[in-house]
C-alpha cells in the first residue's frame, strides 16, 4: 500500500541555520512527490515536485528537496532559516503505477524557526 | 485572480441536517478533490473528479457525496452529519488528471457538527 512518512511532528531550527523536515514513502511503483506548506487559517501552498531527471529540487522560497530512491526518501532542505519558515508542511506522493488519481499526504511537520 | 473559492469558511449544525459546502475554481482545471484535514492525521482524500460526471472515491469517503456537474464546481454534500465529520475541509483542484502538475487549495472549510 502507498504511504508517506513524515517522522517527526515538530522540527525547532535557530534562524540562520540549515533546516531539513523529512519524508520517507512507500509506494509499488515509481512516485511523483510534492512539498506543500501551509500557513495559519490557510489552504496548503505548492512549494516544489520531483517528477523526474534531477534528484535534487529548487523550489519557491529557497527551499529544495533531494530525491533518494534507494532511502525511498524525499527531505525537504534550506540552507538558512528566516523566522517567516515558521508553518506547517506536508510531503505528498502520487504513485504512477498504481492506477489511482490521488494523491497520499503525510501527516505534517511544524517547523518553528526561533529569531 | 486563479483561485479556488470554498463556501462557507465555518460551519456549525447539528447532527443530521444536511448540508453543502461548495467548491469553484476559475482555472479550467479538469482534475478536482476533497480533503479533510485531522490533528495527526494529515490530509485524507475524501472524493475526487477527474472530469464532467466522473467521481470517484478516495480514502475516506464514507458519509459524504460528491457531484461534478459542470467543470468549475464540486460541491461536497454531507447528507447526514456526525459529529465524527468535524474538521477542516479543503477542495484542490489541478489543471491535468495525471497528476504531475501541482494542486491548487482553498482556504478551507472548518465545520463543526454538534
Not at chain 1, 517522522?7 to 506543500?36: I, R
Not at chain 2, 475554481?25 to 472524493?47: A, C, F, K, T, V
Request: glycine share 6%; proline share 5%; with cysteine.
Amino acid at each position: 500500500a502507498q504511504s508517506v512518512a513524515q517522522p517527526e511532528d515538530q522540527v525547532n531550527v535557530a534562524e540562520g541555520n540549515p533546516l531539513t523536515v523529512k519524508c520517507t514513502y512507500s509506494v509499488s511503483g515509481n512516485p511523483y512527490l510534492f512539498w506543500y506548506v501551509q500557513y495559519p487559517n490557510r489552504g496548503l501552498q505548492f512549494l516544489l515536485k520531483y517528477i523526474t531527471g534531477d534528484n535534487l529540487v529548487k523550489g519557491s522560497y529557497g527551499f529544495e528537496a533531494e530525491f533518494n530512491k534507494s532511502q525511498t526518501s524525499f527531505h525537504l532542505k534550506k540552507p538558512s532559516a528566516l523566522v517567516s519558515d515558521s508553518a506547517l508542511y506536508f510531503c505528498a506522493v502520487r504513485d504512477r503505477s498504481s492506477g489511482t488519481y490521488k494523491y497520499i499526504f503525510g501527516t505534517g511537520t511544524r517547523l518553528k524557526v526561533l529569531a | 485572480e486563479a483561485q479556488v473559492t470554498q463556501n462557507p469558511r465555518y460551519l456549525i449544525t447539528v447532527t443530521g441536517k444536511k448540508l453543502t459546502v461548495t467548491c469553484s475554481q476559475n482555472m479550467n482545471h479538469e482534475y478536482m478533490s476533497w480533503y479533510r484535514q485531522d490533528p495527526g492525521l494529515g490530509l485524507r482524500q475524501i472524493y475526487y473528479s477527474m472530469n464532467v460526471e466522473v467521481t470517484d472515491k478516495g480514502d475516506v469517503p464514507e458519509g459524504y457525496k460528491v457531484s461534478r456537474k459542470e467543470k468549475r464546481n464540486f460541491p461536497l454534500i454531507l447528507e447526514s452529519p456526525s459529529p465524527n465529520q468535524t474538521s477542516l475541509y479543503f477542495c484542490a483542484s489541478s489543471w491535468d488528471r495525471e497528476l504531475n502538475s501541482p494542486l491548487h487549495f482553498g482556504n478551507g472549510t472548518r465545520l463543526t457538527v454538534t
